[in-house]
């Protein structure tokens, strides 16, 4: 048994439980099956299990968490949701996305329950001011990373906005300085806020957030790399979406831009800008990527991100569950 599967067999229904419970709260029972739905169609659970971890490591006794990882789960799912509208995405976890299932005005009103349920949740934190302050933090560092994420599209968005700002070159710094807000800060979230729901030592927290970031950038780097390469039997998504979709903000693709000769990096810009990107579009990407050894490069920048989240998690007393879901994220297929 994995890591995960171990640690859902000790926590899942417990967070099962919570995320419904948030969920429902005030509820229309002939609203329920749709803004459960999203929830519902599984999800590995890696964040509010790392929230539920973290505080065991730190007092033994994982329940006072509880909210704080329910907080994390309904913030993941809510991004998800409003990403899967901004991306047009149509399949998620192998299954419609909310969008798909019940139409984007629906999606949006479902997001929009979401964001209450969070608040809901963080009424039952042990500190509830101070989770209000972290919660919205985190959000407003999620929804900056998914504009940045957008900027960085090389075309497809004729949004106004997005066309008059979108970047005209960026870098390798730059895609870091995304992911770190679009994933790396809610699982860094996920670590720290499970310290703080059990302890008031700050030295703690701080560890427990430079470990979750780091862990997050390696994470989706590895997200990255699977989206082109992964099974998608396995991984739940369409293989080569980010080649499909324009963007830049995919390690390996802007890890590719920055080594390709001229020819070859213009190559990939043409096909990155072209309206509609097919599969023979995506198999040339590939060879371009391949050629200049990106994959590997991305492999290897995950690897470096997981020895400092190693670095910081030393910090943290009783650890091993930490380290071996640091391992997971590195090593995951799916």
């Not at 968490?65 to 991004?79: C, G, K, M, T």
């Not at 608040?119 to 560092?141: H, Q, Y």
């Not at 004729?158 to 700002?165: H, I, S």
């Not at 990255?224 to 324009?246: A, C, R």
Request: hydrophobic content about 45%; glycine content about 6%.
């Amino acid at each position: 048994m994995d890591i995960v599967s171990a640690l859902h067999a000790k926590y899942g229904e417990a967070v099962e439980r919570a995320l419904e419970r948030y969920l429902a709260i005030d509820l229309s029972q002939d609203f329920r099956e749709e803004v459960l739905y999203q929830v519902k169609t599984g999800g590995k659970r890696l964040r509010p299990l790392l929230t539920l971890a973290a505080a065991e490591a730190v007092s033994g006794d994982w329940r006072p968490a509880l909210p704080a990882a329910a907080i994390v789960e309904l913030i993941h799912n809510y991004s998800l949701i409003y990403d899967d509208i901004i991306d047009r995405g149509d399949v998620r976890r192998g299954l419609p996305t909310v969008r798909k299932a019940y139409g984007d005005n629906a999606a949006i009103l479902i997001g929009i329950w979401y964001r209450e349920a969070i608040e809901e949740a963080v009424l039952d934190t042990p500190k509830p001011v101070l989770f209000a302050r972290e919660v919205a933090k985190v959000i407003k560092a999620i929804d900056e990373g998914e504009r940045l994420d957008i900027l960085f599209e090389y075309a497809g968005r004729e949004d106004p906005y997005f066309v008059k700002a979108r970047r005209r070159e960026v870098s390798v710094e730059d895609y870091v300085k995304m992911v770190s807000l679009k994933t790396g800060v809610l699982i860094a979230a996920a670590a720290k806020w499970g310290v703080m729901s059990v302890s008031d030592d700050p030295s703690l927290a701080d560890a427990a957030w430079s470990f979750g970031l780091n862990a997050g950038i390696a994470f989706q780097i590895i997200d990255d790399v699977l989206d082109i390469y992964g099974d998608p039997k396995k991984f739940g998504k369409e293989i080569g979406k980010d080649i499909k979709e324009h963007k830049r903000g995919n390690a390996p693709v802007v890890i590719a831009l920055s080594r390709l000769a001229p020819e070859g990096r213009e190559r990939l810009l043409s096909i990155l800008a072209k309206h509609s990107v097919g599969e023979a579009d995506v198999r040339e990407a590939v060879a371009l990527l391949d050629s200049v050894g990106a994959r590997e490069e991305a492999l290897e920048m995950a690897r470096r991100y997981r020895d400092e989240a190693e670095r910081h998690l030393a910090k943290l007393p009783n650890n091993a569950v930490l380290k071996e879901l640091l391992n997971f994220i590195l090593e995951r297929q799916y």
